[in-house]
């Protein structure tokens, strides 16, 4: 089955220390989001990439990067995590521009 | 600035009773609406959609309503099912189908259907 994949589920990482999030999808689809979910609030869009195009969200935080070095991967950096990094964070996927997203089940980062 | 508004976090209702969730949005400039549906550690799947030139779409057991001039869409499901129990997201973007990149989500609504 096509899908979005997300390693780990759960992370746990210590303030300070980078960390890698990872996505890979196998729907061939030009567009892959990450998107920030803190508990009990909205999925908060961190940025996106169209093929290799990075578009960043002008109120993501430098301390998050991200990298796409083919179609199927997208990775989420984060370089000095803070306790208020902890969030679940969710890939997404879509075709082309447009509203139906694909996502991932989602990896759960906690930071001590 | 919560340009989507889920005002209810939490909804409880019978089984074989109607579902109704509410979502209301402030940017006029939205003009398609999704709902996704989670179930606990999974990620949000697509459930329904509606384009502002339309006010009603019908999928099944679900229905979803627009109301333009109050910035208002509701999502109902007839009749509810236990396996409905999840939280439900409402998103909404300016551009249409093929539009904007962006999606702005709610905060969610959790229903639980009550055997």
């Known amino acids: 089955d096509a899908m979005v994949i997300q390693n780990p589920r759960y992370q746990v990482t210590q303030f300070g220390k980078p960390v890698t999030l990872s996505c890979s999808q196998t729907?061939?689809?030009?567009?892959m989001y990450w998107y920030q979910q803190k508990s009990s609030q909205a999925p908060k869009l961190l940025f996106h990439y169209y093929d290799k195009d990075f578009n960043n969200e002008a109120d993501t935080p430098d301390n998050f990067q991200s990298r796409r070095p083919n179609t199927s991967f997208c990775f989420l950096d984060i370089r000095s995590p803070g306790l208020g990094d902890a969030a679940m964070y969710l890939c997404?996927?879509?075709?082309?521009?447009?509203?139906?997203?694909?996502f991932g089940p989602g990896t759960r980062l906690t930071v001590l | 600035d919560q340009q989507v508004k889920q005002n209810s976090p939490s909804l409880s209702v019978q089984e074989g009773r109607i579902s109704i969730l509410n979502c209301d949005y402030t940017n006029s400039m939205f003009d398609y609406f999704l709902w996704y549906k989670k179930y606990p550690a999974e990620g949000p799947t697509f459930l329904i959609s509606?384009?502002?030139?339309?006010d009603k779409n019908e999928d099944g057991r679900f229905t979803v309503f627009l109301n333009k001039s109050a910035k208002h869409l509701s999502l109902h499901i007839v009749p509810s099912q236990p396996g409905d129990s999840a939280v439900y997201f409402c998103a909404a973007s300016a551009g249409g189908v093929q539009g904007a990149q962006k999606l702005v989500f709610g905060q969610g609504t959790r229903l639980t259907i009550n055997p």
């Open positions: 997404a996927t879509s075709r082309r521009t447009g509203g139906k997203r694909f």
């Open positions: 729907l061939n689809h030009n567009v």
């Open positions: 509606i384009s502002s030139i339309k």
